[in-house]
């Protein structure tokens, strides 16, 4: 009887550790960092306005109207944050600081400013079929690791269902011998 109970108590133990197991899965997934203002969560190699805006050297207001004035697009919206990766914040630094760097430019230079934003732009295409492909992997191992989880969250399902089914058959062995026991007359009890 006391194995069984231990049984039990090991089951109930494991389903703990698996429980446990998927939140730290889910937890470890998503590495986040406090950016400077301290209000949005941002992973590693995903910028804001704010942190551009920072690392160009102006105002969040400025950059916010130069990105809305070019054809740069957010990867992602965080908590009505638009958030860039790497590549598109070098293209949106490197364009910001080239706009008021030269004020006038002659005609050459504008062609050669457009053949920069053809190359940023194929660039830019290259790095969100590469973040695709990445994203796509991500999802193959994810639907992977949820697959094997559920496997095993059945599996504890089953066990628990098995040993609540003993439980109560053990149970009822006992309440059935404790009904044969009050039956009998002290006599009989007594001595057999």
Avoid: P
Wanted: net charge positive.
């Amino acid at each position: 009887m006391f194995s069984f109970y231990y049984a039990i108590y090991k089951l109930f133990v494991c389903l703990l550790k698996l429980k446990v197991t998927v939140y730290n899965i889910y937890i470890n997934e998503t590495i986040v960092k406090r950016s400077r203002n301290g209000y949005e969560m941002v992973e590693k190699n995903e910028y804001t306005i704010q942190q551009i805006a920072d690392i160009a050297g102006t105002s969040k207001i400025t950059m916010y109207r130069f990105i809305v004035s070019g054809q740069y697009h957010e990867t992602t919206v965080k908590r009505n944050a638009k958030i860039y990766n790497e590549t598109v914040k070098s293209l949106i630094i490197s364009d910001f600081n080239a706009k008021h760097d030269v004020s006038t430019a002659s005609f050459d230079e504008t062609v050669e400013t457009h053949s920069k934003k053809d190359d940023y732009s194929k660039k830019y295409i290259a790095s969100l079929k590469e973040q695709i492909e990445q994203l796509q992997d991500f999802n193959n191992k994810q639907s992977n690791n949820i697959k094997s989880i559920q496997k095993s969250l059945d599996q504890a399902q089953q066990l628990q269902l098995i040993a609540e089914q003993r439980l109560t058959d053990e149970h009822q062995k006992v309440i059935e011998l404790s009904e044969q026991n009050q039956k009998k007359s002290f006599w009989k009890r007594l001595f057999g």
